[in-house]
């Protein structure tokens, strides 16, 4: 079993940054990819970035390429998404998730959301014109 704690969600203006974390704590040896998603109300939860722990792979979502960035500190059992250029569509509920594989029998991590095994209790984003 592994337990997720996220934290670092906040409000901010457009054009602002934040960083989030997610402390990972259990059996991370088996449940390698850690992947961040988002949801808003009303809508289906949407990948956002995806990472191998145990080195290799890199994946996020075409909507925030250039401007998130997912990074990982081992020693801490901690994963980081560092978001730049933050836009008022990017407020929602941030979720981090871990699982065996980033996409299991799916062709992108972002669509393997049945995948991941584990889930945090979220981080809220909120972010102001």
């Known amino acids: 079993r592994v337990q997720l704690v996220e934290s670092g969600g906040g409000s901010v203006q457009a054009g602002g940054s934040l960083r989030l974390s997610c402390a990972a704590s259990?059996?991370?040896?088996?449940?390698?990819?850690m992947a961040w998603f988002r949801q808003v109300p009303g809508k289906e939860r949407e990948g956002i970035a995806a990472?191998?722990?145990?080195?290799?792979?890199?994946d996020w979502h075409d909507s925030v390429e250039g401007r998130f960035t997912i990074s990982q500190d081992n020693a801490k059992n901690t994963v980081y998404l560092q978001m730049n250029s933050l836009e008022p569509e990017d407020a929602a509920m941030y979720y981090c998730?871990?699982?065996?594989?980033?996409?299991?029998?799916?062709?992108?991590?972002?669509?393997?959301?049945?995948?991941?095994?584990?889930w945090g209790q979220g981080t809220q984003v909120t972010v102001s014109s």
């Open positions: 998730a871990a699982g065996p594989s980033c996409t299991s029998a799916y062709p992108t991590f972002w669509q393997a959301v049945p995948a991941f095994k584990y």
């Open positions: 990472i191998y722990t145990n080195g290799g792979y890199t």
């Open positions: 259990g059996d991370t040896v088996t449940n390698p990819c």
